[in-house]
């Protein structure tokens, strides 16, 4: 499995911006694809995670302001940002969960900054 996320740029406090985490390879194996971040000297942390039947959930901390999606057609997972504050600067990576060996796929970070 091949994760290619891109979104990440600068954006104003309380802003808007759309994180894209596009899938191929072997997409059938696919459980859950989630979104994390990295914060610097800070341990890396989930946002949001998607599952197969679309369940879904959050960080307390982002809870309200993100929005976690999918696009099955084009194989392709969102992460709808919003109300951005300073504090959700980070590195942004997408993961997914598979039925493969090993079970997890990491895709490359995209960096996310959010400042006036």
């Known amino acids: 499995v091949q994760l290619q996320a891109s979104g990440g740029g600068l954006v104003q406090p309380g802003g808007s911006v759309r994180l894209s985490c596009a899938a191929s390879?072997?997409?059938?194996?696919?459980?859950?694809v989630g979104w994390y971040r990295q914060a610097p000297g800070k341990q890396r942390e989930l946002v949001a995670v998607?599952?197969?039947?679309?369940?879904?959930n959050y960080a307390d901390s982002v809870k309200g302001r993100f929005t976690i999606s999918r696009d099955n057609a084009k194989n392709t997972v969102f992460l709808q940002m919003n109300s951005l504050k300073p504090e959700d600067t980070a590195v942004y990576y997408c993961?997914?969960?598979?039925?493969?060996?090993?079970?997890?796929?990491w895709g490359q970070g995209t960096q996310f900054t959010v400042s006036s």
């Open positions: 390879g072997s997409i059938f194996s696919i459980n859950a």
């Open positions: 998607i599952t197969n039947g679309g369940s879904t």
């Open positions: 993961n997914a969960v598979t039925k493969l060996y090993p079970p997890v796929y």
